[in-house]
């Protein structure tokens, strides 16, 4: 009986490999190739619109003296900022820079 079952096992694994193993080796249909194409398309042109943003960054800061619940020192920014997405090997690299627009406006409150 032991014999039998290591056969049938043997049957099973013999038609699980032949029968399964080359179907997952065959191509995609078609219809599948197509969609993947689109697919590929849209994620490259993305890639290619989001590979680079820049903006403007503005900073406002205040130093406030909490005893007089007064606003001691005001400063404003204005940064152009950019942003760099590069893919290195299967890592993504982001680069950033961030560079003054304008010298920053102060204020003091005596």
Known sequence: MRILHNHR????LGLVAFGILPALRAEPPA????DLAVIGDRVEAFWKE??????????EQW???????KVLNQKKSTYDY???LQWVG???????????RGVAEQKEDP
């Open 9 to 12: 096992l043997l049957l099973l």
């Open 31 to 34: 219809v599948v190739q197509n």
């Open 50 to 59: 989001i590979a680079s943003v820049s903006c403007t960054e503005t900073v």
């Open 63 to 69: 130093k406030i003296d909490p005893e007089k619940e």
């Open 82 to 84: 950019l942003v760099f």
């Open 90 to 100: 299967d890592q993504l690299a982001v680069d950033e820079s961030r560079a003054a």
